[in-house]
């Protein structure tokens, strides 16, 4: 099985950026913990600030892989063509969010990627992640 982890805009300044939200760990320190917890699945890991990237990669796994965990960012709240982008993939789309987001500000309540993903997961912290995959990985056995 493989699956990619894809992060968007300021999700690279992770441990740095609003601690108090985000936590104080990089990505790439829980990265590890994660791949070990699911040996047999492959998880390849993309972080882009700029939308046309995230898209080109979306495409480029989006037919082959067997599911996306993406926590877009502030594009969740913005792009519509990240929406059109997930509903041309033949594999599930999981969003995650590690705050939740729906007890901040309220521009972040409204998604414009729900409706095209399988799932939504938020507020748990970088174990997020970790849910979506699960996720995914229990969609596949259940297939």
Do not use: W
């Amino acid at each position: 099985m493989k699956i990619l982890i894809m992060n968007g805009p300021n999700l690279n300044l992770l441990g740095v950026r609003e601690p108090g939200i985000y936590g104080n760990s990089s990505f790439e320190s829980y990265l590890p913990q994660l791949r070990e917890r699911y040996p047999d699945v492959e998880i390849e890991y993309y972080q882009s600030n700029v939308e046309g990237e995230m898209i080109n990669k979306l495409q480029e796994v989006g037919f082959s892989y067997d599911g996306i965990v993406l926590n877009a960012g502030a594009y969740t709240h913005t792009s519509i063509a990240l929406h059109d982008c997930i509903r041309s993939l033949r594999c599930p789309v999981v969003e995650v969010h590690i705050s939740n987001v729906h007890t901040r500000e309220e521009f972040r309540h409204h998604s414009y990627l729900s409706p095209a993903c399988k799932g939504v997961i938020c507020g748990f912290g970088l174990d997020s992640y970790r849910l979506a995959v699960e996720g995914l990985v229990f969609d596949r056995i259940e297939s």
